[in-house]
C-alpha cells in the first residue's frame, strides 16, 4: 500500500540554526508558471498557506476545501494534507517549527493555538490586505537577510497572529473568552492524549470541570458534546494510522489503547460509515 511521507523542514533531519527553522517563499516563485500538485502527506512542521489569487482543492484531514482568492489555510504539525494549485496563483507560503516560534506568553500562545484549530479561512479583500501586508513584510526581512532578521521574523509572526485573531474575530463579546479559551484547552489536550485516554472524566480531571461545565463549553463553542468530539478525534487518529502506516488494523486498534480489536472495527464501522480496512483501500 502507499504510505504517506512525513515532509521535514528544509528536508533536514536535524536543524542545527534557527535559518534552517523557518522558510517563506512567494506561490508564484513555487509554481513558476506550473500547477502544483501535491500528494496526500504530512509534516512536523506549522504550514501556513496564504492565496492573495488562486484556484485549486486542499484537503486536510479528510476534509476537502477549495482554494480562492483571499483565503487562508493554517496546518498543525502531523496534519495530514494534500494540496492542488493552479498556475497563476500568488500569495505565500509561510512554514515553521516550535523550536522556532514558541511563544511564553500565555496571551500570544492562545492565538498560536487558535490559529491552529481554524485550518481554513476566507476573508474580505481589505482583511486579508492586512495579513499579506505582514506577510510581504516576513518575505521581505527573509530575503534581505539583515542583521537582526530572524529576531524581526519572530517579531513579525506575533503580529501576524495577531492580525489573523483581528480579522477572524468572529464578535463574541470579551465575557465569552473565557468559554474559548477552555474549548481550545480541551481540544489541545485531545490532541495530546487521545491515544491513551478517551473518558470525558480523564479531561475534566485535568481541566478541574465538571462534565456537566464542559460540555457547556463545547456545545456552546462547537455545538457538540465533548464525547462526540473525542469520538471525532479518535476517529481522526485511526484514519492518520490507516494511511500513514501499513500496520495491521489489529495493531492500530492497540496503538490507540483498544485492548480488542474487533471493539475498535466497530466503533470506526459505526462513525465512519465503512471498515478500517476499506477506507484504506480507498487510497490505494
Same mark, same amino acid.
Given at each position: 500500500?502507499?504510505? *504517506?511521507?512525513?515532509?521535514?523542514?528544509?528536508?533536514?533531519?536535524?536543524?542545527?540554526?534557527?535559518? #534552517?527553522?523557518?522558510?517563506?517563499?512567494?506561490?508564484?516563485?513555487?509554481? #513558476?508558471?506550473?500547477?502544483?500538485?501535491?500528494?496526500?502527506?504530512?509534516?512536523?512542521?506549522?504550514?501556513?498557506?496564504?492565496?492573495?489569487?488562486?484556484?485549486?482543492?486542499?484537503?486536510?484531514?479528510?476534509?476537502?476545501?477549495?482554494? =480562492?482568492?483571499?483565503?487562508?489555510?493554517?496546518?498543525?504539525?502531523?496534519?495530514?494534507?494534500? =494540496?492542488?494549485?493552479?498556475?497563476?496563483?500568488?500569495?505565500?507560503?509561510?512554514?515553521? $517549527?516550535?523550536?522556532?516560534?514558541?511563544?511564553?506568553?500565555?496571551?500570544?500562545?492562545?492565538?498560536?493555538?487558535?490559529?491552529?484549530?481554524? $485550518?481554513?479561512?476566507?476573508?474580505?479583500?481589505? #482583511?486579508?490586505?492586512?495579513?499579506?501586508?505582514?506577510?510581504?513584510?516576513?518575505?521581505?526581512?527573509?530575503?534581505?537577510?539583515?542583521?537582526?532578521?530572524?529576531?524581526?521574523?519572530?517579531?513579525?509572526?506575533?503580529?501576524?497572529?495577531?492580525?489573523?485573531?483581528?480579522?477572524?474575530?468572529?464578535?463574541?463579546? +470579551?465575557?465569552? $473568552?473565557?468559554? #474559548?479559551?477552555?474549548?481550545?484547552?480541551?481540544?489541545?489536550?485531545?490532541?495530546?492524549?487521545?491515544?491513551?485516554?478517551?473518558?470525558?472524566?480523564?479531561?475534566? $480531571?485535568?481541566?478541574?470541570?465538571?462534565?456537566?461545565?464542559?460540555?457547556? *463549553?463545547?456545545?456552546?463553542? +462547537?455545538?457538540?458534546?465533548?464525547?462526540?468530539?473525542?469520538?471525532?478525534?479518535?476517529? =481522526?487518529?485511526?484514519?492518520?494510522? =490507516? *494511511? +500513514?502506516?501499513?500496520?495491521?488494523?489489529?495493531?492500530?486498534?492497540?496503538?490507540?489503547?483498544?485492548?480488542?480489536?474487533?471493539?475498535?472495527?466497530?466503533?470506526?464501522?459505526?462513525?465512519?460509515?465503512?471498515?478500517?480496512?476499506?477506507?484504506?483501500?480507498?487510497?490505494?
Amino acid at each position: 500500500m502507499k504510505i *504517506i511521507p512525513v515532509r521535514k523542514l528544509n528536508n533536514l533531519q536535524q536543524y542545527t540554526s534557527d535559518a #534552517q527553522r523557518f522558510n517563506i517563499r512567494r506561490i508564484e516563485d513555487i509554481l #513558476q508558471g506550473k500547477d502544483l500538485i501535491h500528494d496526500l502527506h504530512r509534516h512536523n512542521f506549522f504550514f501556513i498557506l496564504s492565496v492573495q489569487h488562486g484556484k485549486g482543492n486542499h484537503e486536510i484531514d479528510f476534509t476537502s476545501f477549495r482554494v =480562492l482568492d483571499h483565503s487562508l489555510f493554517f496546518l498543525r504539525p502531523g496534519q495530514v494534507h494534500q =494540496l492542488e494549485l493552479k498556475a497563476g496563483s500568488s500569495g505565500y507560503l509561510l512554514e515553521f $517549527n516550535i523550536e522556532f516560534y514558541n511563544p511564553k506568553d500565555p496571551v500570544a500562545k492562545q492565538r498560536l493555538r487558535k490559529a491552529g484549530n481554524n $485550518n481554513y479561512c476566507i476573508f474580505r479583500k481589505d #482583511q486579508f490586505e492586512r495579513i499579506h501586508t505582514v506577510l510581504t513584510s516576513l518575505f521581505r526581512e527573509y530575503s534581505t537577510k539583515e542583521e537582526g532578521y530572524l529576531d524581526v521574523i519572530r517579531a513579525g509572526l506575533e503580529i501576524f497572529f495577531i492580525e489573523l485573531a483581528r480579522q477572524t474575530h468572529d464578535g463574541v463579546k +470579551a465575557t465569552n $473568552n473565557y468559554t #474559548q479559551e477552555r474549548y481550545e484547552e480541551f481540544l489541545e489536550l485531545l490532541d495530546r492524549h487521545i491515544t491513551r485516554h478517551k473518558q470525558v472524566s480523564f479531561y475534566t $480531571n485535568l481541566m478541574s470541570l465538571s462534565a456537566y461545565q464542559l460540555n457547556e *463549553i463545547t456545545k456552546s463553542s +462547537a455545538d457538540k458534546t465533548a464525547s462526540q468530539l473525542i469520538n471525532e478525534q479518535i476517529l =481522526l487518529e485511526a484514519k492518520r494510522f =490507516l *494511511i +500513514a502506516t501499513p500496520n495491521q488494523v489489529k495493531e492500530i486498534a492497540d496503538q490507540l489503547g483498544y485492548e480488542d480489536p474487533s471493539y475498535f472495527i466497530r466503533f470506526f464501522k459505526k462513525h465512519a460509515g465503512h471498515s478500517p480496512e476499506a477506507f484504506r483501500e480507498g487510497f490505494k
